[in-house]
């Protein structure tokens, strides 16, 4: 296949496209080194943001909660509003539907209720809000609005449930990071737009992989001989991460693993890779 000087521009240039989706997609945060996916973290984040007032009666604290709302949560959306509804306190959610699909959260409630279980469990800020619930008798409830669409997910914990994760020791870092995987995986597979779909993430033990598929074998030529480009327009964006985001790869660093964005096309076993050892990337994050 013949490739012209348009294409070949294209090409080099599609990784800074390319990454701004997939970073802010997976848009890791591990606060206290949590991550559970995209919504495990938003449910952490915003109960830290409650939590600060947890000192007070509940709906006091509320209140005082609410008042600092909007509370932005990077390209992914905002904490619109927390609310005291008699029967529970309610985050609402306004969010980006190019980075978190309604659809992913209402087809898997329970997956999704069990990675944010696996974030919340051992936070002791979030700790401080849950024993407010669970001693008032209210229900924790998560509501995620999509910013166009206006579709809605929610998710809700009763009292009892509360008292479970309040009891539950916190996540090994191994475990979050499984976790986080599997949220990940039911947001792809995703088309970046640039000639790239992101289909899978995968921890193979020593390396973390986003698995990219690219259109054909003239495609991941360019690649290959690009890589550093590739990897320079990476280093670039990472600079502009959000923290939350950058507690991802803080936390695959921690574990000694190596971060991959592994490309790939159908009906080629050739693969080229972009790869980050443990130490390159604590030297980009610390």
């Known amino acids: 296949m013949k490739v012209d000087l348009y294409d070949k521009v294209k090409m080099l240039n599609f990784a800074k496209l390319y990454n701004q989706t997939i970073n802010h997609l997976i848009l890791f945060s591990m606060k206290n080194k949590y991550f559970a996916g995209v919504i495990g973290i938003l449910m952490c984040a915003a109960l830290c943001v409650f939590s600060s007032c947890a000192d007070t009666k509940l709906k006091n604290s509320v209140e005082k909660a609410n008042k600092d709302c909007p509370v932005s949560l990077g390209i992914v959306g905002e904490l619109t509003s927390i609310e005291y509804k008699g029967d529970a306190v309610e985050f609402l ?32 800020n979030v700790n401080k809000m849950f024993d407010m619930l669970i001693e008032t008798g209210t229900n924790l409830r998560f509501v995620w609005k999509g910013k166009d669409s206006g ?38 597979p995703l088309d970046t737009g640039t000639g790239v779909v992101v289909t899978e993430m995968i921890d ?83």
Do not use: H
């Open 93 to 124: 959610f306004n969010i980006d539907e190019e980075f978190i699909k309604i659809d992913a959260i209402t087809d898997n409630l329970e997956d999704t209720k069990a990675s944010a279980i696996t974030n919340m469990a051992g936070n002791e």
């Open 151 to 188: 579709e809605e997910a929610t998710i809700e914990f009763t009292p009892a449930e509360i008292k479970e994760i309040r009891e539950t020791p916190a996540a090994t870092d191994e475990e979050k990071l499984a976790s986080a995987i599997a949220a990940t995986n039911r947001q792809l």
């Open 204 to 286: 193979k033990g020593n390396v973390v992989a986003y698995m990219n598929q690219v259109p054909d074998e003239e495609f991941l030529m360019q690649v290959a001989k690009n890589t550093d480009a590739v990897k320079n327009s990476q280093k670039t964006y990472f600079k502009m991460m959000s923290s939350t985001e950058k507690n991802l790869f803080r936390l695959i660093a921690e574990l000694g693993k190596k971060l991959s964005y592994t490309y790939y096309t159908d009906g080629s076993d050739e693969t080229v890779e972009v790869v980050y050892t443990s130490e390159e990337l604590k030297k980009i994050f610390d």
